[in-house]
């Protein structure tokens, strides 16, 4: 249950983050996958695990969002980072 709550809420961020064009290379990152073949919600999925993955490091680490590495991530999608990578 927790988990699902979880995963709700870091697809509500990305989702929040098209809607507003904020940061805009969330956009060009869901069009990118789609024009790869990847539906709205696989692109949406994949880019919430980044935030996720973002989001523990920068608790474990207590650090600041840095949004040049989000960048840097969603340009390497549908690769996804391997557990300490980020």
Known sequence: MQ???????????????LANN?????????ARLESEGYSTEQAT???A?????????MIANDELFDETRYQQ??????????HGEI
């Open 3 to 17: 988990r699902k709550r979880l995963h709700q809420l870091f697809i509500g961020t990305v989702e929040s983050q």
């Open 22 to 30: 904020n940061p805009p290379f969330v956009r060009s990152t869901l």
């Open 45 to 47: 999925a994949m880019m």
């Open 49 to 57: 695990g980044i935030v996720a993955q973002l989001m523990a490091d």
């Open 73 to 82: 991530l969603l340009l390497k999608l549908p690769e996804l980072p391997h």
